[in-house]
């Protein structure tokens, strides 16, 4: 099992060029194999707590209006704990976990005010 990032087929970016060489070596071993590719973590915005309650601000390198749907890490373990135990419905899968609804970092930003 392996844990991977949002991977678009022709696209290249910082973390397709890590992680996607390690899912192709996974792929092509000859091993059962459930990839589960998630997107940035909620949980990793509870650090941003203190701009956002004082400022009103998210600093981040991304644009404001950027749109992701962010998932919990409580809902990824969950995830993998399923694929773990359900070893024949999800062999030799890509699986990919985003949260329920894309949210902009200034709505997140709104959401945690």
């Excluded at 009103?56 to 991304?62: E, G, H, L, N």
């Excluded at 990824?76 to 024949?88: E, F, Q, R, V, Y």
């Excluded at 329920?100 to 709505?107: G, H, K, T, V």
Aim: without cysteine.
């Amino acid at each position: 099992m392996l844990l991977s990032v949002p991977i678009r087929d022709g696209t290249e970016n910082t973390f397709a060029r890590q992680w996607r060489p390690a899912e192709q070596w996974i792929e092509k071993s000859g091993m059962a194999y459930t990839i589960v590719r998630s997107v940035l973590f909620i949980d990793n915005h509870y650090g941003h707590a203190e701009s956002i309650r004082n400022e009103q601000k998210f600093y981040a390198p991304v644009k404001k209006e950027t749109k992701l749907a962010l998932v919990s890490i409580r809902d990824i373990g969950s995830a993998l704990a399923n694929a773990a135990m359900k070893t024949d419905q999800f062999r030799n899968r890509i699986l990919l976990m985003t949260g329920p609804e894309s949210l902009s970092f200034e709505e997140v930003t709104k959401l945690y005010s």
